[in-house]
């Protein structure tokens, strides 16, 4: 898209802005919710996929008692729940449905305002694939949910942790594919400091190792890895634990191992810091312009308080109200991380 932009253009660019940080925003909380979901045990509660009477929970007691039989049917239940009553499985039940329902949300309020903006001709030709391809994605996005659920239901009584991974990895890039093309549409033609090449392709390296990062979080999360070696900075006085090559072959350990899911996290947490604490110290000193530095200064505070929301959370057995910060934490480094890439990957002469 052209950087020089009319006042009347700019400011129908920053409608089209405002709704995708809203959209964004919804799906950051799409993330969270999702990681309240997974700590509750809450994912195989609905057992049916009815995309389009699925907005409507149960009315009546028959109809809970109904979804109940449905779930006493499947392993979870037999393993991990058998004593459960009815109670207790609205509780479950209402999680896994607001994670529904808010994605269905997160459809319309990306999808109708689309179909708006594109019949006025409000949105210019460039950005038109990229939405249909936001579209595609949120699409496909649902049918991995499914396909992820669907895994919980056959011979085992949890979803894949492979399925979860990847349900998670979607949202983080639609998430960080939505604040692009946000910051991109506010983008005017102002001068800016020229940042260094090599400062450009560290930003970029925080974005990717932080999305590598959170991937593996999701590993820890669908295995239930951050219960066990629950010490800091060793992993019960060692830097690998004991059971860390418990499974056969070897390779095998690294993603269903619970000590080495966890140690791969531990070990991609302190490459993210690293990366992510360099690229801090560099901005400092690089010229860069003040929004750049601000979003710079803001990826290092963040960065501080996921360290330390990580190793609490860890210390203190996964109690849920800390993992789900953390989880949140997860999202706000890795948003901080495109606004930073975002910042430093003009082009030379396109400023704020």
């Keep these: 898209m052209n950087s020089v932009v009319s006042a009347g253009d700019y400011a129908n660019r920053r409608n089209i802005a405002v709704w995708l940080f809203t959209c964004a925003a919804m799906v950051a ?13 809450s994912g195989l509660s609905m057992t049916e996929w009815r995309p389009l009477i699925g ?13 109940f039989d449905r779930y006493r049917q499947t392993s979870e239940y037999r393993i991990q729940f058998p004593g459960m009553d009815l109670e207790g499985f609205k509780t479950i039940f209402w999680w896994e449905y607001i994670h529904r329902v808010w994605g269905r949300l997160i ?16 949105v210019e030709r460039p950005l038109i ?33 492979y399925r979860l991974t990847v349900h998670l990895g979607v949202a983080i890039v639609i998430l960080g594919y939505l604040l692009w093309l946000a910051l991109g549409l506010l983008q005017r033609a102002e001068s800016r400091g020229k940042a260094p090449v090599s400062l450009r392709k560290l930003s970029q390296a925080v974005a990717g190792v932080a999305f590598v990062t959170i991937l593996s979080g999701g590993m820890v999360a669908g295995i239930n890895a951050g219960v066990i070696h629950n010490t800091w900075p060793l992993m019960d006085g060692g830097l690998l634990p004991g059971d860390f090559d418990a499974l056969s072959p070897f390779w095998l350990n690294f993603f ?29 000193t690089a010229g860069l312009e ?8 803001a990826l290092g505070v963040m960065l501080v308080l996921q360290i330390l929301l ?14 789900v910060l953390h989880q949140a ?24």
């Design 310 to 323: 990580g190793i609490s959370t860890l210390l203190l057995v996964v109690p849920i109200s800390l993992a």
């Design 129 to 161: 694939p990229h939405l249909v391809a936001l579209l595609l994605l949120g699409g496909l996005q649902g049918l991995i949910g499914w396909w992820m659920v669907k895994s919980g239901f056959v011979d085992r009584d949890d979803v894949s942790q």
């Design 256 to 284: 269903e191992s619970h000590a080495a899911v966890q140690f791969d996290h531990r070990m991609l947490a302190y490459l993210t810091a690293i990366v992510a604490g360099i690229y801090w110290f560099r901005a400092r």
């Design 329 to 352: 934490g997860a999202v706000a480094l890795f948003a901080l991380a495109i606004w930073n890439m975002w910042e430093l990957s003009r082009p030379h002469g396109a400023g704020s």
């Design 55 to 67: 907005w409507i929970p149960p009315l009546s007691e028959v109809e809970w008692q109904r979804v």
């Design 107 to 122: 459809g319309l309020v990306f999808g109708l305002p689309m179909a708006w903006f594109i019949i006025r001709q409000r």
């Design 290 to 297: 003040a929004r750049a530095l601000k979003s710079a200064h």
């Design 29 to 41: 909380l799409m993330v969270v919710i999702g990681g309240i979901t997974r700590l509750t045990e």
